[in-house]
């Protein structure tokens, strides 16, 4: 049956009305690496398979994957790849019912952020 009353009952809480909390964020920043990574990937692999295509299009691809928007989206990548490693294994601490109080919870969120940062400067300092 047709509900006669739908427009005058009250709408559900949503984003506008909760305050973020750190696992909310960190849970939808997950999923936001998760799709940026796919789209890191494909650029890498594009420039693999120009690279096996021929030296004039390894040039064109080459120059976009080394411009600065490239470098800019290949480090974002390697951040979401140890953001990904990193909260992946909170997630794992918390699949074992392990550091589950809301004080544990926001200090592992920090360190997750803190720790993919890191990684990630020490990658970069690796590599170049």
């Not at 096996?52 to 120059?63: F, H, I, K, W």
Request: proline residues 3%.
């Amino acid at each position: 049956m047709a509900d006669v009353n739908r427009g005058n009952r009250p709408l559900s809480p949503h984003l506008t009305i909760y305050r973020p909390q750190i696992t909310s964020v960190l849970s939808i920043l997950m999923r936001i690496t998760g799709v940026g990574m796919t789209l890191g990937s494909l650029l890498a692999v594009w420039w693999f398979l120009a690279a096996a295509s021929g030296p004039e299009y390894y040039d064109y691809v080459n120059g976009i994957v080394t411009s600065w928007l490239g470098g800019l989206i290949m480090l974002a990548s390697l951040w979401a790849l140890w953001y990904h490693v990193c909260n992946g294994l909170r997630y794992l601490f918390w699949f074992e019912a392990k550091h589950l109080d809301v004080d544990k919870v926001t200090r592992s969120g920090q360190a997750v952020v803190a720790a993919s940062v890191i990684l990630t400067l020490l990658t970069l300092i690796i590599i170049l």
